[in-house]
């Protein structure tokens, strides 16, 4: 596992990764898209790729990030995940991909999904699994600044499926194991850049401090709630680690279709995205991508949601104006 750790940190370092950089106006332009739930061949999911293929030439975004239940048909598992990643592929964009619940009810286990996507160009968390480390394709990424050095860190984690304890119901959790993980590379990414860098998080179950956040009405917030957040039962403290280790300053979640809030908890904002997907599932009025620009430099973060149609709805710069 120390080897795989000390691989994974060589190759942010040392560039063995395509690297990712803040542009020349000092900004990082991110779309997320999550929930598409693709099957090949389905007349709903031709109006998704169409949206996604709208929404990047739009935006131009340096990167996009799928948080999960992209792929759900059960059969032409291959040929699904090639066409949706064709989208950012044709289009030389980078991109990040994490597992939702719905990944691996098909023909293809949870691994076998992760070695087949993490063969696939421009993808940057290309490791399937790490040893001793729960879960798949997690990964951690910096995006550099003019002068080549660290400037900021994209941490993607496999949030799981469902609960693996029998007499616990309801879904997966973030493990000790990850949130283990996650605190060596905050320690490293500090040790190696004198700092503390900030940072962004993406997953695609929401942790259980959504809906704390959310119910609380001082916390300051933005866009809206229409269902109960299905997170786990289970709370194994990573929210508790991140406020800890002080790096990230936003997580990005879906699962949950009709939400699309953006919370402030403690200073970090609890997002989720804008559903992606079709009438293959429940889904909120109009699909979309939630939008997240960084700035070099800056603990700050700009969001919006980039709906179907063009309309750009909840745009906001975190932290919220006092």
């Given at each position: ?47 998704t790729i169409g949206m ?89 990424i910096t995006i550099k ?31 000790y194991s990850q949130i ?143």
């Open positions: 596992m120390k080897f795989i750790f000390f691989l994974l940190l060589f190759i942010s370092h040392f560039g063995f990764a395509q690297q990712l950089h803040f542009n020349s106006d000092g900004k990082f332009k991110i779309i997320q898209f999550t929930d598409l739930h693709y099957i090949e061949g389905a007349t709903g999911s031709q109006s996604m293929k709208g929404v990047i030439e739009s935006e131009k975004p340096d990167l996009v990030v799928f948080t999960g239940d992209v792929v759900v048909g059960h059969k032409q598992i291959a040929k699904s995940w090639d066409t949706v990643l064709d989208v950012v592929i044709s289009r030389n964009v980078p991109y990040l991909v994490t597992f939702g619940n719905h990944d691996d009810e098909g023909d293809w286990s949870r691994r076998q999904v992760a070695e087949y996507v993490s063969t696939k160009n421009l993808l940057l968390n290309k490791i399937p699994f790490i040893e001793n480390i729960d879960g798949y394709m997690n990964g951690a600044d003019k002068d080549n050095k660290d400037a900021a860190i994209l941490y993607i984690m496999d949030s799981h499926a469902y609960s693996t304890i029998s007499n616990v119901k309801g879904y997966g959790w973030l493990t283990g993980w996650y605190r060596q590379q905050s320690d490293a990414f500090r040790k190696a850049n004198n700092k503390i860098l900030p940072a962004l998080a993406f997953f695609h179950i929401a942790l259980p401090e959504y809906s704390i956040a959310f119910n609380d009405l001082k916390n300051k917030r933005i866009g809206v709630r229409y269902e109960a957040e299905c997170h786990p039962s289970i709370n194994t403290g990573m929210f508790a680690a991140m406020l800890e280790q002080g790096d990230v300053i936003g997580t990005f979640v879906g699962h949950d279709h009709i939400n699309d809030y953006l919370v402030d908890y403690y200073g970090v904002g609890l997002a989720y995205g804008c559903f992606s997907g079709s009438s293959n599932t429940y889904q909120r009025v109009k699909n979309g991508a939630r939008v997240i620009v960084l700035e070099e430099g800056q603990r700050k973060f700009t969001t919006y949601l980039h709906e179907g149609d063009g309309q750009i709805v909840y745009n906001t710069i975190f932290p919220f104006n006092k």
